[in-house]
């Protein structure tokens, strides 16, 4: 299993540092090549792609594509690596996508400092068009189909990931937290490690958020995706 010390999941600093570039579709990069673009926008459509996973990618000049990240949902790892070998000019796909681990508790915590986040009224349009509704207070009558039958009241809603267009994105692991994604303040990005330091059971969390605009900051020296994860310094 994964296991959360000073070793963080993903580091947005090292994995830039060998260019490497999140799949999010909220990236704006227009100098970036139309194969890595191609590939950006297929992992980002992935229909389960959401919240509690975090998938990367590097573009090689042979016409090769890494991926890399943590997903929570087991079966995406397979459905990113079956899209991106379908992408015109990806000659060969090296899927280095990991499964995070499952438990009683790491569900609850990714539950709550979920609810947490996209309910606070600053925070939600980093999230669906739904949770900023939520955060709002309209439309509480919908809980029920964000999560499936399960409910969005049901803390835990085990296997079951929401999903879409998020800009924070909630790894959690034996009660650590990382927070990866781009906000658009520092302001933002501290708020949203406050909201998920005060979760109950938490006991560490990484903020790895990146500020749009800025270039990450790098503590430590780049490291390249392992087994563990890479180096993080948890805030």
């Known amino acids: 299993m994964i296991k959360l010390s000073r070793i963080a999941l993903v580091s947005l600093a090292a994995l830039a540092a060998v260019s490497t570039a999140e799949a999010a579709p909220k990236a704006e990069v227009s100098t970036e090549p139309p194969l890595a673009r191609a590939v950006r926008e297929k992992l980002s459509g992935l229909p389960f792609y959401g919240v509690f996973d975090i998938l990367k990618y590097e573009v090689k000049d042979n016409g090769t594509v890494e991926l890399s990240g943590f997903v929570f ?80 009241g049901n803390p835990f809603f085990p296997g079951f990931n929401p999903s879409g267009d998020y800009g924070i994105h909630i790894l959690v692991t034996r009660g650590e937290v990382i927070l990866v994604g781009n906000v658009d303040s520092e302001g933002d990005k501290n708020l949203a490690a406050i909201k998920a330091r005060g979760v109950f059971p938490v006991k560490k969390v990484f903020n790895e958020l990146t500020v749009k605009g800025r270039k990450p900051e790098v503590t430590e020296p780049p490291a390249r995706p392992t087994k563990r994860g890479v180096l993080a310094v948890a805030e």
Do not use: C, H
């Open 73 to 152: 949902r087991d079966t995406l790892k397979k459905e990113a690596e079956d899209a991106v070998s379908k992408v015109a000019g990806v000659k060969q796909v090296v899927n280095r996508i990991e499964d995070l681990p499952w438990g009683v508790q790491d569900d609850e915590i990714r539950a709550r400092v979920y609810l947490t986040i996209y309910r606070d009224s600053m925070l939600s349009r980093y999230g669906t068009a739904t949770d900023e509704a939520l955060a709002n207070g309209v439309g509480y009558g919908l809980r029920r189909s964000v999560f499936g039958p399960m409910g969005i």
